[in-house]
């Protein structure tokens, strides 16, 4: 399984995915059902004959379209969206589906599956391809080319709107006012290069509030990891030097910055400021640092995104390297959903109109295979960008070298992925035999409960398949029942699964986990494999809990009336609590346990141990977040400077919370209006 990190979010309806650190969460299905009902379809007029099916209904179709681009849509008999395509001739492109001959057996499924269509002209085929890309993002057709774990990227972002500019890490919309250095392939490449600037320019990296607060340097300070703005340790137009600097280096003008570094040392050294000149030399030494750890730094490529493809196995690996101002930014593997069947630059090419949906190009767009429409990719790139763009398939020298280590990038880890993969279908398997289940499950879910002394109780919800840890499908709950008895772990068990499981039925129905695709006569069995993404059925839960937590769970799951659709198997913690000695507790046979080498107990530890540290990280979480809550936060009109006005005052929170209405009143910037707000939100309370 892969050990990919996810965000906290603050989620009450278990709407979202969480975990402690961070994430992206694609786009609301709200987006995309507004974005789809401002398009005019035009579906024929539904006067199409109904009876008609396959190729037949396509040919109707055909007969109807423009010579005009366009994109178009493919439905089956549920009206599921089957694919999404684009034309420069609607009319040309629909009537290849109507011949019977010289296709896929993927694409041959599709047409015997058609059972509508819908089309929507663009004014040029730029337009069709943007269409298209956006779509597919949101519909995830299952015969498109799909694009997996689309996480944004992650930015530097040195803040404009303040007398001290911060440094910080930033994802999301670019609201804020600011310069934005990336994109950088993970968090955690941000993480390391943000700290490496701290060391080598001093820039604060604390919230404006904070900084409004402060009357002397914090610990950052003190390890010479903040010029400390805040309390003028250093002044304003000597720190807006430094924040210069920062932005030349991450600007490409890293030459420049490090020799007037390094002459500014050289200057206090002669003048026998060792202290000074040691400051000096410590910031050299963390640009160093930073250079260091970026591996291959191109000279003639100044900004670039490479991308490599390799296909092994039935599976495809896309890797992609970011080089900005001539910096290696990291690299990030994806695996899109592809049919075997399709070459290279097909998969590619429709890769890369996902990639940009919604991410800024570089300048150059470096490729190992033509793909078809470049130029109106390459087109599409730059309405996006606002400035040229350029797609090249480099033949020699420095830029095909970038573009053959990508590649080896690709090769090693689609390597690893199809040793996972291997790995995890025969534990899957295990799972099968063990607990015989009536097929090897494509989706898991383990849940666990956390607390102390039933204080800010949470649930958590964990999903596993073929792919490993799907942490993008993680899920937490905060408790809100407020009949459950503090500490109540079987109370609170209810609580999550019905929540969990009504939210199902609403959004899915009582069909349950539907069963695996089998192989069809005359189809190749790789061309039967779901392309869908991981169903929203578990075939299977595992409970952390013994015979009281099962009975609680099949207790709800009776009352929903899915009791027999869903198999429910608790995993209680044995004798003396011990790893390895724990029972399983499965429907209709004795409590038993496995031997304690077998595979399959290794993997359901591995399942209990990763829902208990989500449930234990997000309970963590929501700990902290409650101890460090400050009640004037939450005061309409209570800014950081009538906050640190009143805790000047006052002391601590609790002492304005006892404050006398008058007693407000004395405290500079405190109006009358502001005093009675401070007043009556104290005293509401009690």
Known sequence: MTDEVIPEIDDEDEDFAGDELEADVAAEPSAAASLIAAIEWDDGGRDVDQTLVGAELI?????????????????????????????????????????????????????????????????????????????????????????????????????????????FKHRGARSRKGSYFG??????????????????????????????????????????????????????????????????????????VKQGIASAMQEAAENLDFERAAVFRDRLSALAHIQGHQGINPHGVEEADVFAIHQEGGL?????????????????????????????????????????????????????????????????LAIKAGRRVQIAVPQRGEKKDLVDHATANAREAL?????????????????????????????????????IMGTNAVGAMIVAGPQGFAKSQYRKFNIKGTDITPGDDFGMMREVMTRRFSRLIKEHGEDGPAPAPTPTEGVEPEDTVETADMPAWPDLVLVDGGK?????????????????????????????????????????????????????????????????????????????????????????????????????????????????????LKVEGISAAMAKTIYDHFHERQ
């Open 59 to 167: 040919s109707e179709f055909q007969k109807r379209l423009p010579n005009s681009p366009g994109v178009y849509r493919m439905f089956d008999e549920a009206n599921e969206v089957l694919y999404v395509g684009k034309a420069k001739s609607l009319k040309k492109r629909v009537a290849s589906y109507t011949r019977l001959v010289g296709h896929t057996n993927r694409i041959m499924r599709m047409i015997r599956a058609t059972r509508h269509m819908e089309f929507v002209t663009t004014r040029t085929e730029t337009e069709a391809l943007l269409l298209e890309a956006n779509l597919i993002k949101r519909l995830r057709p299952r015969f498109n080319v799909l694009m997996r774990d689309d996480k944004s990227f992650p930015y530097i972002l040195v803040s404009d709107d303040h007398e001290a500019p911060a440094i």
């Open 415 to 451: 390597g690893r992925r199809l040793a996972e993969t291997s790995s995890q279908a025969r534990l899957l398997a295990g799972l099968k035999e063990t607990f015989a289940l009536d097929q090897v499950p494509r989706r898991i879910e383990v849940f666990d409960n956390s607390h």
């Open 316 to 380: 495809t690996c896309i890797q992609v390297f970011f080089f900005r101002t001539g910096q290696n930014w990291g690299n990030r593997a994806y695996f899109p959903k592809a049919d075997s069947t399709l070459e290279p630059g097909e998969v590619l090419g429709a890769f890369l109109g996902q990639f940009y949906d919604d991410k800024p190009p570089a300048s150059l767009v470096l490729l190992p295979v033509e793909v078809e429409d470049a130029a109106i990719l390459a087109e599409a």
């Open 548 to 664: 009281g937590q099962i009975s609680a769970v099949r207790k709800i799951l009776t009352e929903l009336g899915i009791a027999d659709k869903v198999t429910t198997i608790g995993v209680a913690k044995g004798v003396d609590r011990d790893a390895g000695r724990e029972r399983f507790i499965v429907e209709g046979r004795e409590s038993f346990s496995l031997p304690p080498r077998d595979p399959v107990l290794y993997f359901v530890q591995r399942l209990r141990d990763e829902a208990h540290r989500f449930a234990i990280g997000t309970h963590r979480a929501k700990r902290k977040k409650e101890l460090t809550a400050n009640p004037l936060d939450e005061i309409g009109g209570i800014g950081p400077s009538r906050k640190r006005a009143l805790l000047h005052h006052f002391g601590t929170a609790k002492a304005v919370s006892r404050a006398a209405f008058d007693d407000l």
């Open 183 to 256: 994109p950088f392939a993970s968090g955690g490449a941000v993480g390391r290069t943000v700290a490496s600037l701290q060391r080598a320019f001093l820039l604060r990296t604390c919230t404006d509030s904070v900084y409004e607060t402060r009357s002397r340097p914090c610990l950052l300070y003190q390890i010479k990891r903040c010029a400390g703005p805040c309390t003028r340790e250093i002044p304003l137009e000597d720190y807006q030097a430094l924040v210069n600097e920062a932005k030349g280096f991450l600007s490409g003008r890293s030459s420049q």
